[in-house]
């Protein structure tokens, strides 16, 4: 009887690109893209991750944007490189745009060249707050100049033929990157649930607003969301959020709850109190019926997102697959 020698068969993954993925979405974007079929590079800018297939980049770099792109040739580019404080972006509002919406306008024009499929992370904060559960057919009416720009880049993302945004509402999950106090290039210092839980390490107490109410988006959860959006047949906007409709302070409390820690370290505390440079809304909540319709994927209620974040134990396990059905 002959022998038939078996032959290894060789799978090509399609590359995908990871703008920004030193901070929480980029990271977990990284680890799980091998997961939905992707080759995953990224870029960085301020903090290198410890992967060997991250460039340095500057978005606001345009020429230097275009020569990474066309070297790497990525079926899809994820953009999740922003100035994300809210403050910050208010009183600097020239840096704010260069990063926000000329970064973002290099990127996309380099996509559509190339014909890569772009992804725009982008925020709840586009809308007012004035009612609440805001799908994404609602019109955006921004508060704040770091909304003002996300909106911009939107429009700027649109432009690509094959483009999709995704929003996503107050990011929470483990990123060991945060707590290295290594300086990010966002703005931002660490994630509202790492925040916390490292006050209550220190038996500190929390002051967290109650008259402010977001959908709290677990990061693990949405970046797999961004991974079918990755491979999804068609254009459009994404609601990635969180199933709950809570304040900080009620949000505050749950990670109390869930991480055994007592309540009693949580402190209301009206908005009013808070001295900051920008208004935020009231009630940025995102409905995300249609996104789960579309994508097959189901998104976490803030208890459960936080129980998820606790079975890691600090940790960011790639293969820790969540969030499917």
């Known amino acids: 009887m002959k ?12 590359r995908l690109l990871v703008v920004g993925a030193t901070g929480l979405v980029g990271s977990k974007l990284v680890k799980f893209a091998p997961n939905y079929g992707y080759e995953a590079l990224s870029t960085h800018n301020a903090r290198h991750p410890e992967d060997s297939k991250s460039f340095k980049l500057d978005i606001t770099d345009g020429e230097a944007t275009r020569m990474l792109l066309e070297e ?11 100035l994300h404080n809210v403050d910050y972006c208010e009183t600097h509002q020239e840096e704010a745009h260069r ?14 060249k190339l014909g ?16 609440g559960h805001y799908s994404e057919s609602d019109v955006p009416n921004p508060l704040h100049y770091y909304a003002r720009t ?18 996503p509402s107050v990011i929470y999950g483990w990123n060991p990157l945060e707590a290295t106090g290594i300086p990010s290039s966002s703005g931002k210092t660490v994630n509202f649930a790492m925040y916390v839980l490292d006050k209550f390490g220190k038996n500190e107490t929390v002051k967290a607003v109650n008259d402010q109410f977001s959908s709290p988006t677990f990061a693990d959860n949405m970046a797999e969301a961004v991974l079918r959006i990755a491979s999804f047949d068609g254009s459009g906007i994404f609601h990635t959020a969180g199933r709950s409709c809570i304040s900080r302070y009620e949000f505050a409390l749950k990670i109390a709850e869930v991480f055994n820690y007592p309540t009693t370290l949580v402190q209301p505390v009206s908005s009013k109190d808070f001295k900051q440079a ?48």
């Open 3 to 14: 022998r038939i020698r078996s032959v290894p068969v060789r799978v090509t993954m399609r």
């Open 72 to 82: 790497v040739k990525p079926e899809v580019i994820v953009n999740t490189a922003a």
């Open 99 to 112: 990063v926000n919406v000329e970064g973002t306008a290099n990127l996309a024009d380099t996509a559509s």
């Open 116 to 131: 890569s499929r772009f992804i725009y992370v982008s925020t709840d904060y586009v809308f007012d707050g004035r009612t």
């Open 150 to 167: 996300k909106v911009e880049g939107e429009a700027v993302a649109s432009k690509v033929p094959s483009y999709a945004i995704a929003r």
């Open 278 to 325: 920008a208004e935020r809304p009231k009630n940025s909540c995102l409905s995300v019926d249609d996104t789960e319709r579309e994508l097959g994927v189901r998104f976490l209620t803030a208890e459960e997102g936080l129980r998820e974040m606790k079975s890691q134990g600090g940790t960011n396990d790639p293969t820790h697959s969540i969030g499917s059905r």
